[in-house]
């Protein structure tokens, strides 16, 4: 369990609007245009208060607070049963997003938002090497953190060996893969994003069921994480629409 910072106008809109547990909300008095968010922040049932612009940087951690604040209440992260759980309600082919040591808390949170624009059933990271879902994660995906579940596992090559038990179809993103346009992912998906540094472990690459790659023409022979996921998950999207 984990109290969670909100910092930014956005992701503390986004978060309020979630229906999330929320603690207090604090604002500088001397900023315009929150009255919305003050509003959601009551109707929530948060308390709140009006702070110093000092007092909210403090509270941001030096994080670009925009005038507001918002402590959440204690959440837990989602189980792999919750994020399965997500497609069966919806009546879809499951669509996961594993993080294999994305260190970087904008890229994941990056990876995040588009997980939610493209319709991601939920983003698995493991406990060690890895970013957790702080403050930057949750201003860095707009707001995006409040919507896609996010389960935190001890080990990801046994998460991945849950996933493949139950009908998903693990795909690494790896330089030694198929190009991603000769792939089909029109089946369950579970989509692996290594990192930029090392990419996919050697063992989670084992696991994989494919491993596909970007076509690359120039001088530099990576993208950023987030980038690179962005692409394989809307070659999902095009696919299954």
Known sequence: MNE???????????YLRSGQPVDTLYFSAGSGGLGEIIRLAKESGAVVKTVSDQKLSQLAEG????????????????????L????????????LILCDEIEDPHNLGAIIRTAET?????????KRRSAALTAVVHKTSAGAASYVPVARVPNLAAAIDRLKKEGIWVYGTDMDGT????????????????????????????????????????KITSLNAAVAAGIFMYEVVRQRG
Not at 63 to 82: E, K, R, S
């Open 4 to 14: 969670t910072l909100i910092i930014g106008r956005n992701p503390v809109r986004e």
């Open 118 to 126: 493209a319709g991601a059933d939920g983003v698995i990271i493991p």
């Open 63 to 82: 994080g670009v607070h925009q005038g507001v604040v918002l402590i959440g209440g204690c959440t837990a992260y989602a189980t792999l049963d919750d």
């Open 179 to 218: 190009l991603y346009t000769e792939t089909g992912f029109d089946g369950a998906v579970a989509l692996v994003i290594g990192s930029e540094g090392r990419g996919i472990s050697r063992l989670v690459k084992e696991k994989c069921d494919f491993l596909v790659k970007l076509p690359m023409y120039g």
């Open 84 to 95: 399965l759980a997500v497609s069966a309600q919806k009546g879809t082919k499951p669509f």
